[in-house]
């Protein structure tokens, strides 16, 4: 691939970061922080493109496609392929991890983590995640939950036994390490629903423990008082 190729491909590398950056689009692939480190690669990309092309299409006083054998080479056409990938990139937008790597992945919550938690929110229902209700429910058993009400937000999959749990996906970086939280659901449990369907759910603790059919770990389970569908939120990893 020739010079000019590849100052396009940067240029559109380089748009196709900026464009994901700039909107929620970023979201779907790496955690909510890293927002400036991707602006500021995707403008290097850009800048290193128009210098590229800057480069090979000012004025030359020799032709650059001529060698000293007085014949013209030409860069295979092939690698213009390598453009497809990045139109995927400016064209095509994958939804987040959702149900399907739910199932396919353990949950993440399968060692020991400190037990020293904080106090629950003052407000009734107490809002809290995924991850912080079940950290709590298996390491804490409960203890910092008390006989509150929590209410958690998450999607819906479908668990090794048939029944709906609720998960959430947390990432250490990007969705590359993306593993989900669940959480099994007893009471007033969600029905008629698809999986992937996004629920605000209110409840209390449960000492019910489950197990993951995937790596055989631990699944808390929250006593669930009533349920609403909500919209898909613009941040869908804890």
Same mark, same amino acid.
């Given at each position: 691939m020739?010079?000019?190729a590849?100052?396009?491909?940067l240029?559109l ?5 900026l464009?994901a *950056?700039l909107t ?6 790496v ?6 480190f ?12 128009i210098?590229t092309?800057?480069?090979e299409?000012r004025?030359a006083?020799?032709?650059?496609a ?10 295979p ?6 453009? =497809?990938?990045?139109?995927g =990139? ?14 396919q992945?353990?949950?993440a ?13 003052d407000?009734?229902p ?6 912080d209700?079940a950290?709590?429910?298996l390491?804490?058993?409960?203890a ?16 090794g ?9 947390v990432? *250490?970086?990007c969705a590359?390490?993306g ?6 659901l ?7 629903l698809?999986d992937d369907?996004?629920v605000?759910v ?22 669930v008082? *009533?349920?609403?569908r ?5 941040q869908?990893y804890?």
């Amino acid at each position: 691939m020739n010079r000019q190729a590849q100052g396009v491909l940067l240029l559109l590398f380089g748009g196709a970061v900026l464009r994901a *950056s700039l909107t929620d689009l970023y979201l779907r692939y790496v955690k909510e922080g890293l927002r400036p480190f991707l602006i500021a690669a995707g403008l290097l990309l850009v800048v290193a493109a128009i210098m590229t092309l800057w480069y090979e299409l000012r004025p030359a006083a020799d032709d650059p496609a001529v060698e000293h054998d007085g014949h013209p080479h030409h860069e295979p056409r092939v690698g213009w392929l390598l453009i =497809l990938p990045v139109l995927g =990139l400016l064209l095509v937008a994958p939804p987040a991890l959702g149900s399907y790597a739910a199932s396919q992945s353990g949950t993440a919550l399968n060692a020991p983590r400190q037990s020293d938690y904080p106090p629950l929110p003052d407000a009734d229902p107490a809002p809290v995640s995924v991850l912080d209700y079940a950290a709590r429910a298996l390491f804490d058993r409960g203890a910092s939950i008390g006989d509150r009400r929590v209410q958690l937000t998450g999607f819906l999959t479908t668990g090794g036994d048939g029944r709906p749990i609720l998960a959430r996906m947390v990432l *250490s970086c990007c969705a590359a390490d993306g593993r989900p939280v669940k959480l099994g659901l007893a009471g007033e449990v969600p029905v008629g629903l698809p999986d992937d369907t996004w629920v605000e759910v209110v409840g209390r603790y449960s000492d019910r423990i489950g197990r993951d059919p995937v790596n055989d770990a631990e699944i808390p389970y929250l006593q669930v008082e *009533s349920w609403r569908r909500i919209p898909t939120p613009k941040q869908q990893y804890d």
